[in-house]
């Protein structure tokens, strides 16, 4: 999940229950702040009553001692005076329910008893609750909405928030990782941050990825270096050996000097790929060339056709005549496929067989160069393009395992996708991909 | 023929000297670039081999020289830079011929007999060997007025560079570097010149034995005209 995506949430689900928490406590919390400010209301109103009966004497309520009762129309409020026994004593508030006319109400009662000269008196004042009840449920509807409407409000802005403030991290993601090959090389540029984390995140990535050039240009430039300052002596002792063989020597001589030709050779081929490869990776070849797919595997046919004839595989390629390569290296495509085949032998059967076959697909040209050999187990199947690895020891042969990462090499020059599927025993086949951009039809 | 050998290595150009003496050419060495264009400047070669990687001189400029001089001098680059764009460049201001470090003296021998022979215009080099007549310029075999047509491109390839060679013993190596020199592949030792042979002799038995073909025990082939 995206840290964006992440945040969102969390601030949604968290803001969603600190709402309902409130909205769910809003009852308690309303009867509460209800409560407390009817009781203080009718403490007032108590003091008022008394101040008044101690003005105006008792009498004005209850004129010869009768007991006073006074309603307000709705029978919300009312005011009871009655003469009290002098056995008990009361200052509460509570809430009880009344029969006032035939209807029973619930009322927060304020009873207090006080006394008047040698006699005692009951006073209460009673407000409706009926009313404070009726609020609670449409308050905690209003609420609701207006909360979840601000809640809305600020998920808003903080998504937008978010997304403004994550923006470097996308695009360092974007353009430093995702969609980089390494090791690529090329501008470097900077995202633009004002957040010091980011701004150190792409630093660090800048420094890492210059790290990583500068060690494969140094490995690029000291193949290259190393192979082309072997061709001269190799030159000269190639030269030496063949000039060996015209003088007065003997049969004797001759072979061992033969066995100093052979040796060289493999030097000398050893040099030549690597320095190939280098060439490739430096991209000192051009891609000017156009070929017809079909002639192109006829001519690597015709190379390597001595080969299977030694080991008896047949050969079939499949595609067809009209589809051309643009935009390539002849040389390049050549020693490919020439590669892919001349393993595709090396690794068959006797009386095995290969075929190549061609399609178009979604994204381009494929091309599958199959064979009937013994297969790659899954755990080699990563480094079968590492130089000088060589896996199917048991099998006998005369290579450094420099085929495939020649195989490798002309594919990523070209921005050809190799795939490769392959069952132990069965047979392998590659899958190579040309770019759309790359095929006339 | 004058043969002048650019080459700031030493050893390699006493090499080619002593390889071109021995097949009659008439050799002179500078080992740079200076004393190369004095040379250029004075005396008419009919070929001369340029090092591209001079110590003292851009080899492409003597290259250059050479041709203002005399157009008819034949030049043949040799390089252990080989930078394609070199080649190109080199190809493009009139080098005949390139030859990437490092190479063998044969194909260097064969390059310039390659060179002399369009220089002449020799049309049809036909050569016999027994019954057979082949043609070096088309690319033909013939026994009497049948065109042998079964020989494939790759043993032609082989037949005619045993032919450049004659009455020399070539080694598997030197044949495999002539008719495999442009593919680049990780096998250091194929057997795939015997079997080559083998066809070519099948092939060529339909009509007559070709005795001339020879097997040279433990060392390679060789064709006795």
Not at chain 1, 375 to 396: C, D, V
Not at chain 2, 193 to 220: C, M, Q, S, Y
Request: proline fraction near 2%.
């Amino acid at each position: 999940m995206k840290l964006q995506t992440k945040l969102t949430l969390f601030n949604t689900v968290s803001k969603l229950v600190i709402v309902l928490l409130f909205v769910a406590l809003l009852p308690t919390l309303i009867k509460t702040i209800n409560l407390s400010f009817t009781d203080s209301r009718l403490k007032r109103e108590r003091e008022k009553v008394l101040e008044d009966i101690q003005k105006k004497g008792i009498e004005e309520y209850m004129p010869n001692g009768q007991a006073y009762g006074s309603y307000t129309p709705l029978k919300e409020d009312y005011v009871s005076l009655d003469t009290a026994s002098d056995s008990y004593f009361l200052d509460t508030i509570r809430r009880e329910r009344r029969l006032v006319e035939g209807d029973t109400i619930s009322y927060r009662i304020l009873s207090y008893t006080f006394s008047v000269g040698k006699k005692d008196y009951l006073l209460e004042i009673g407000k409706s609750v009926k009313t404070i009840d009726e609020t609670t449920g449409p308050l905690q509807n209003i609420a609701l909405e207006v909360l979840l409407g601000m809640m809305l409000l600020t998920i808003l802005s903080d998504l937008f928030y978010s997304n403004y403030i994550l923006r470097p991290l996308g695009l360092i993601i974007k353009t430093k990782l995702v969609e980089r090959k390494f090791p690529q090389f090329g501008e470097y540029k900077k995202v633009e941050t004002s957040t010091s984390d980011f701004e150190r995140l792409d630093v660090s990535i800048h420094e890492m990825i210059g790290d990583i050039e500068r060690a494969f240009l140094k490995e690029r430039e000291f193949i290259s270096n190393a192979s082309h300052e072997l061709m001269t002596p190799v030159s000269i002792l190639q030269s030496k050996i063949e000039n060996m063989f015209d003088e007065d020597v003997t049969d004797e001589v001759k072979i061992r000097l033969l066995e100093m030709q052979r040796i060289l050779n493999r030097l000398k081929t050893i040099t030549k790929t690597l320095l190939l490869i280098s060439q490739i990776e430096n991209e000192q070849f051009l891609k000017e060339d156009s070929i017809g797919v079909s002639e192109l595997l006829q001519d690597v046919y015709e190379e390597i056709s001595i080969r299977l004839q030694e080991k008896n595989i047949s050969f079939e390629a499949v595609v067809s005549d009209q589809v051309r390569f643009t935009a390539v290296n002849k040389f390049l495509l050549f020693n490919l496929f020439f590669n892919l085949v001349n393993n595709a032998i090396k690794y068959n059967k006797e009386d095995g067989n290969i075929s190549i076959t061609g399609r178009e697909v979604k994204d381009g040209y494929m091309i599958s160069v199959a064979d009937s050999g013994i297969g790659i187990g899954a755990e080699q199947l990563p480094h079968i393009f590492n130089r000088f690895k060589k896996f199917r020891q048991s099998m006998e042969q005369d290579s450094f395992g420099l085929g495939l990462p020649i195989v490798r090499s002309i594919a990523e020059f070209h921005k050809i996708r190799i795939d490769i599927r392959s069952e132990e025993n069965v047979g392998t086949t590659f899958d190579l991909t040309f770019p759309a951009e790359m095929i006339t039809v | 023929m004058n043969v002048l050998i650019v080459e700031d290595e030493k050893a390699l150009a006493g090499e080619l000297e002593k390889f071109l003496t021995g097949n009659n050419f008439l050799c002179e060495i500078c080992y740079n670039g200076r004393t190369a264009s004095e040379k250029i400047g004075t005396n008419k070669y009919d070929f001369i081999l340029i090092d591209l990687g001079l110590p003292d001189y851009d080899g492409l400029d003597l290259l250059k020289e050479a041709k203002q001089n005399d157009p008819e001098a034949a030049c043949i680059i040799l390089t252990a830079r080989a930078e394609v764009y070199d080649r190109i460049k080199g190809l493009d201001m009139g080098a005949d011929d390139y030859l990437p470090k490092p190479f063998s003296l044969l194909e260097l021998q064969s390059r310039m007999q390659a060179i002399t022979r369009r220089k002449f215009g020799i049309q049809h080099n036909l050569v016999n060997l027994g019954g057979f007549a082949v043609d070096l310029t088309d690319r033909t075999i013939a026994f009497g007025d049948t065109s042998v047509s079964a020989i494939t491109k790759k043993e032609f390839d082989l037949i005619a560079y045993l032919i450049l060679h004659k009455n020399r013993t070539l080694t598997r190596p030197q044949l495999s570097e002539h008719i495999w020199g442009s593919v680049v592949n990780d096998d250091y030792d194929s057997n795939y010149i015997d079997a080559h042979i083998k066809n070519i002799r099948k092939k060529l038995n339909v009509f007559e034995a070709p005795d001339w073909l020879e097997t040279v025990r433990g060392l390679g082939y060789r064709i006795t005209l």
